[in-house]
């Protein structure tokens, strides 16, 4: 149990183009989504945290304009980064927390999406 | 002073070996504990939780809790180079896993 899922895992996209990520828990229903991001050989840095139906909240310096995020379903959560630069290229993670089979203290993490922004 | 406070190694063992991984955290009040492993290009899976002080074993896994010193570890017994990965020890500083902070990872590697 406890798998979450992304789609795509991997994007190429031109700069000024904006690209969604999606992240589903595929067995479990997730009470909280979050968003991270890493950049080669660094640690995890969470950008954001959702529930369901309610506005995400932002880490400092994260801008919620450019990174829009949509958890519309207790399975789904969306990340669109907007007006994609080369800086934007980077590994971004979701992991999510749940509840009825599985542990609620615990994340699970989605494989990641790889974007490259040219 | 970091919440969660890992040493970034590299670790080197041979295999075989008894790989020992340390981790520190800031927040007396932290009930959960957590080892994500973390291979080159691939995200976190966990490997171990804990929440009471002792040790808890998992195959060739133990991890070890001491509240009272603030200090969580991961012990990978005979080790093999597919434990090569960077290890992520994660503290939540709440109860439904909301606050979860992460160490920056300890690089491990296995030499055959």
């Known amino acids: ?118 | 002073q970091k919440e969660v406070e890992q040493n970034s190694g590299p670790l080197s063992v041979p295999e075989g070996a008894i790989a020992s991984l340390n981790c520190t955290y800031s927040d007396r009040g932290s009930q959960s504990f957590f080892w994500y492993r973390q291979y080159s290009g691939k995200s976190p899976e966990l490997i171990m939780s804990i929440y009471s002080n002792g040790d808890k074993e998992d195959g060739r896994f133990t991890a070890q809790l001491n509240k009272a010193s603030q200090y969580v570890s991961l012990l990978i017994r005979d080790s093999q180079p597919s434990d090569s990965a960077t290890y992520l020890c994660a503290v939540n500083m709440d109860d439904v896993g909301n606050d979860m902070r992460f160490g920056a990872g300890t690089r491990l590697t296995v030499k055959p």
Not at chain 1, 51 to 59: D, L, Q, V
Not at chain 1, 60 to 81: C, M, P, R, W, Y
Not at chain 1, 89 to 111: E, N
């Open chain 1, 1 to 118: 149990g406890a798998v979450v899922s992304q789609h795509p895992s991997r994007v190429i996209c031109k700069s000024g183009t904006s690209v969604k990520i999606e992240c589903r828990s595929l067995d479990f229903q997730a009470t909280t989504m979050f968003w991270y991001r890493q950049f080669p050989k660094k640690s995890l840095m969470l950008m954001a945290t959702s529930n369901e139906g309610s506005k995400a909240t932002y880490e400092q310096g994260v801008e919620k304009d450019k990174f829009l995020i949509n958890h519309a379903s207790l399975t789904l959560s969306t990340l669109t980064v907007t007006s994609a630069h080369p800086e934007d290229s980077s590994f971004y993670i979701c992991s999510a927390t749940g509840f009825a089979s599985i542990r609620t203290d615990t994340q699970y993490f989605g494989p990641g999406t790889r974007l490259t922004v040219l």
